[in-house]
Nanobody, 117 residues
Framework: QVKLVESGGGLVQAGGSLRLTCAAS????????MGWYRQVPGKQRELVAS???????TYTDSVKGRFTISRDNAKNTVYLQMNTLKPEDTAVYYC???????????WGQGTQVTVSS
């Protein structure tokens, strides 16, 4: 069984920064990708950023140039540095992980990010 634990969320003013951390533990094999989704009430979960085991990154257009995803493969930990935050970034952020020989994704419990104007 895999457990993902997120931390680093909170309340910040517009223009501020936060750094999210997600640490994975448990029965982990070959990790292919880790990343972050976010969700606001009444809307679908949105992919924010992802990073492969080789370091290839993808970002949704609205966060490009402001957010940076990084990963420590040895620690099975992924980070999301969020700068120049906007009120529209307010959401619950969920960490996920995919493994090469395992179907589906493992998810964290979510961490709230609130950006005030």
């Amino acid at each position: 069984q895999v457990k993902l634990v997120e931390s680093g969320g909170g309340l910040v003013q517009a223009g501020g920064s936060l750094r999210l951390t997600c640490a994975a533990s448990g029965s982990i094999g070959s990790v292919s990708a880790m990343g972050w989704y976010r969700q606001v009430p009444g809307k679908q979960r949105e992919l924010v950023a992802s990073i492969t085991d080789g370091g290839m990154t993808t970002y949704t257009d609205s966060v490009k140039g402001r957010f940076t995803i990084s990963r420590d493969n040895a620690k099975n930990t992924v980070y999301l540095q969020m700068n120049t935050l906007k009120p529209e970034d307010t959401a619950v952020y969920y960490c996920y992980m995919t493994q090469t020989y395992k179907l589906g994704r493992d998810w964290g419990q979510g961490t709230q990010v609130t950006v005030s104007s």
